[in-house]
């Protein structure tokens, strides 16, 4: 690989070296710092990457063990990965839940009342579906892929609160819902704490 080659990818900042270092198990903390910052903000942008961002992703992931590992490494790195990392935990959730019959009748419900709950006006779609949740984390991972990562906390944070007023419901519909409400305090504990570099 020549010199050229191994120069930042200026839009998408992976720095071809750190990723040959790291996947050789040589990177020290402070590039692997470096590293990790660079994957939290392209990992938003995997839907549009080149090719070769794909696959240096890839070699990474490989090289951690899966993408649930990829979410561990971040997690260890205080600051944007961390955040990132938090926020993907919510995104794979929202997507997981979306088309619980429990919790899309259960938001139907309280938007009779509140037709947009705080902090999520401009982001739901008018009418409560199966998609609903689908689409916020959809949003939640545009708001990152376009750089503005505290846009995506306020709407993740808020997300949260609206789904915790749901939970309780939700559950004495579906038993299988009944830790939900443990399982999004942790969440918004883990996006408070990240964001506050915790």
């Given amino acids: ?3 050229e080659e191994r120069q930042p990818l200026a839009e998408y900042e992976l720095d071809l070296k750190l990723v040959d270092t790291f996947t050789a198990g040589r990177l020290d903390a402070d590039g692997e710092a470096r590293l990790a910052d660079q994957v939290a903000r392209i990992l938003p942008l995997h839907w549009t990457a080149p090719e070769e961002i794909v696959r240096l992703t890839q070699r990474i992931i490989d090289h951690l063990g899966g993408e649930r590992e990829l979410l561990a490494w971040l997690e260890r790195h205080p600051g944007r990965p961390r955040l990132v990392a938090r926020l993907y935990v919510l995104i794979g959730l929202l997507d997981q839940i979306s088309d619980a019959a ?3 009748a259960g938001l139907a419900k309280l938007r009779e009342k509140v037709r947009y709950p ?3 006006g401009g982001y739901l779609l008018p009418d409560t579906t199966a998609e609903t949740l689908a689409d916020l984390s959809a949003k939640i991972e545009e708001l990152l892929a376009d750089d503005r990562a505290a846009d995506a906390f306020g709407l993740a ?3 949260v609160a609206m789904l915790q007023e749901i939970a309780p419901g939700a559950a004495r519909s579906d038993p299988e819902f009944g830790a939900l409400g443990d399982v999004l305090e942790q969440i918004r504990h883990d996006l408070v704490g990240a964001a ?3």
């Fill in 118 to 120: 705080p902090g999520l």
């Fill in 157 to 159: 944070v808020a997300a």
């Fill in 1 to 3: 690989m020549s010199a």
């Fill in 196 to 198: 506050a570099g915790q």
């Fill in 102 to 104: 429990a919790l899309v």
